[in-house]
């Protein structure tokens, strides 16, 4: 095994399909997609059909804490196993450049293992790999369960590295005719693109020293205007926070039966400089499912005097006045199917958090414990939340984005974002799962 504990990496052995394999079929979206949406899954189940898929190895969270919960993980270790006895997945080894074509955009990407042990999602950590929103210790136990004896892992992380000379991964897109292709397809229900490249040990040594360019302290303190002492911050978690904090649980725990020289110390990821010009962020909307108390007088008893309704004809007004917002005051747009659908802004002065999206979390946080609702959800897309929101029963609230440039040093100089600031793209941007790792 390649390591470089320096940098916090590990060149991974990857599973790919056999040839022959109808890759459109195998590759499906990251499990924590669609999840108040089950119809989108029971359209992927249908496509995909008997053929070998990831769909068979993954279980969407649209069914977690389902009454057949426990049958879909052991279904899908057995389905693991199946596929590595039969040779449906074929090993090879090194890292692997990607490029996910969608909405007119191609990102670029490198995949690769982080190294668990210099990863540390607990608040205020100062590790070489870093959480960048608050991670919620109640979802880690069923993701667990499916980590815990399974053989594979397939990722959907996603993680961030501050690249301004694009030093790292955009030298690959360079050199890739020359590179071996390993996979080219379109993927399911309109959501784009994937091709994947062999990076050679030639390539792989540049991408190692870049990283470590870096990592060094100077370089570091700076670019951010820190003190030379101050810890590295290499990696930057993008998506897939909780299902890399599971990946850290699970190992934590089997560590001392298994030693520190085994695959599950390393998750594997895929990387992204946050300055690739197809990279955006895109903001996460909240959802509140079985409403039992007005929203509105909740929220004027929360932020008191420092809190402004203002009535909207639509939700095209509502989310035009919300992203154009600046100055000192916040603003957040609400849609509420209580009687005929309505649709407003909400405006706080004087706001506690640094992010509007801080602000009202604090108010979801304590209306979801005071059992004002029966459940929240964190969806994408204007058209997903406006939708919604005008279903009986529910509130939806539209929530600016922030921008991607803030990240690093928001994230060093104050700690962990609110949970659920910002996704990668939107729901079809996700990454799909394509690649596997053995992890037992």
């Known amino acids: 095994m390649k390591n470089f504990p320096d940098i916090g990496i590990h060149i991974p052995q990857v599973y790919l399909p056999e040839l022959g394999t109808d890759l459109t079929k195998w590759a499906v979206i990251a499990c924590d997609q669609f999840t108040s949406q089950p119809e989108y899954w029971q359209i992927v189940e249908e496509f995909v059909g008997d053929a ?30 199946t596929y590595l006895e039969k040779g449906i997945l074929q090993p090879r080894e090194g890292l692997i450049y990607v490029e996910r074509s969608v909405a007119g955009r191609t990102r670029k990407g490198l995949m690769l293992c982080l190294d668990l042990e210099r990863y540390d999602f607990t608040q205020g950590s100062t590790s070489l790999i870093r959480a960048t929103e608050g991670t919620i210790i109640e979802r880690l136990p069923p993701r667990m369960k499916i980590r815990q004896g399974a053989p594979l892992e397939l990722p959907h992380i996603l993680v961030l590295i501050d690249d301004p000379g694009c030093m790292v991964i955009e030298p690959l897109e360079a050199t890739r005719d020359g590179l071996e292709k390993l996979y080219d397809f379109d993927l399911m229900l309109g959501s784009g693109h994937l091709q994947g490249y062999a990076v050679d040990e030639k390539m792989e040594a540049q991408v190692i020293k870049a990283l470590r360019e870096l990592a060094q302290p100077d370089v570091f303190s700076a670019r951010y205007g820190v003190a030379r002492d101050q810890p590295v911050l290499l990696f930057a978690m993008g998506d897939g926070n909780h299902s890399l904090a599971t990946a850290k649980a699970v190992w934590e725990k089997i560590k001392p039966l298994v030693g520190s020289d085994h695959p599950a110390r390393y998750a594997m990821v895929e990387v992204e400089n946050v300055h690739d010009d197809a990279l955006e962020f895109e903001p ?7 409403l039992k108390k007005d929203i509105h007088a909740a929220m004027q008893q929360y932020f008191g005097a420092t809190f402004r309704l203002i009535p909207v004809e639509d939700a095209g007004k509502m989310i035009e006045l919300v992203d154009r917002g600046s100055g000192p005051n916040q603003s957040f747009g609400v849609i509420s199917a209580a009687g005929a659908a309505s649709f407003a ?11 509007p999206v801080g602000t009202l979390q604090a108010f979801l946080d304590q209306f979801m414990q005071d059992g004002c609702a ?21 509130t939806c609230f539209y929530v600016p984005g922030m921008d991607k440039s803030d990240l690093f040093k928001t994230v060093i100089l104050d700690g962990a974002l609110p949970r659920k600031t910002f996704s990668m793209g939107e729901a079809k941007e996700k990454r799909f799962y394509m690649e596997a790792r053995k992890i037992a």
Do not use: W
Request: hydrophobic share 40%; glycine share 6%.
């Open 52 to 81: 070998p898929s990831t769909l068979n190895l993954i279980l969407p969270e649209v069914y977690l804490e389902k009454p057949d919960e426990a049958r879909r993980i052991l279904h899908i270790q057995s389905k693991m196993r």
């Open 284 to 290: 996460i909307h909240r959802v509140l499912f079985g």
């Open 345 to 355: 802004v909400v405006e706080i002065y004087h706001p506690a958090c640094n992010l």
């Open 374 to 394: 029966e459940k929240i959800d964190y969806v994408h897309g204007r058209d997903v939340v406006c939708s919604l929101g005008v279903e009986p029963g529910n």
